[in-house]
């Protein structure tokens, strides 16, 4: 299965809403990122949380990390219909050049 | 503005034929890559790059092949050995593996 793995893989809200992402791994991590996809288009980079660090903010962002679980969570406050898009996982594995993405969830955000 | 550049946004491919999917980057960045997206199977790893005139392959590399003579260009070839070349093709640069990459916005490759 994958490192990295999206739960849900979908979730439908309202505007206005919050909405929380979770991501487990299974190997020792340098850092875990998150990432956005509006359908047909590349990815873009939300935001990256070191190994040593348990939150981090951005704007409506939220992310934490949990290593003894090896699980992170992505929140979006006050969530928007712009919000709409896929939202992916990627881990930086120790010992390893390489970013194992997850497969995606897909979030909906009603307006 | 700095950026990564995928070009074309659409191609399509006979079969049997070569095709080769351009990506260019002003961002000074040192590493390069290339990821594949089918439905419901996330990224894979095709190529990567971490610095000019060596590449590294990723998880799915039989029948791709990709070069890196410039620091700002890295551009993936599918050859006719790719059997299921049909996919969204993903080129991403970083400064380094540790921070977040920079995404192009894709290739449709289909098979015709």
């Known amino acids: 299965s994958q490192q990295g793995e999206e739960d849900p893989q979908a979730l439908s809200i309202q505007e206005g809403e919050n909405a929380t992402m979770n991501c487990s791994y299974k190997t020792s991590i340098n850092n875990l990122q998150w990432y956005r996809q509006n359908s047909g288009r590349g990815l873009v980079h939300l935001i990256l949380i070191r190994s040593n660090e348990r939150e981090k903010h951005s704007g409506r962002l939220r992310v934490t990390l949990d290593t003894s679980k090896k699980s992170s969570s992505l929140l979006i406050t006050a969530s928007r219909a712009a919000d709409t898009a896929s939202y992916f996982c990627a881990t930086a594995l120790r010992g390893s050049e390489k970013l194992v993405f997850g497969k995606g969830m897909k979030l909906t955000v009603n307006p | 503005d700095g950026g990564i550049t995928q070009s074309p946004k659409y191609l399509f491919r006979k079969e049997g034929q070569n095709v080769t999917l351009s990506c260019e980057q002003n961002?000074?960045?040192?590493?390069m890559y290339w990821y594949r997206q089918d439905p419901g199977q996330g990224l894979r790893l095709i190529y990567y790059s971490q610095i000019v005139n060596d590449f590294q392959k990723g998880d799915i590399a039989e029948g791709y092949s990709v070069s890196r003579e410039k620091k700002e260009s890295f551009p993936l070839t599918v050859t006719s050995a790719q059997k299921n070349p049909t996919a969204f093709y993903l080129c991403?640069?970083?400064?380094?593996?540790?921070?977040?990459?920079?995404f192009g916005s894709g290739t449709r490759l289909t098979v015709v």
């Open positions: 991403a640069s970083s400064i380094n593996r540790r921070d977040g990459y920079t």
């Open positions: 961002l000074n960045h040192d590493a």
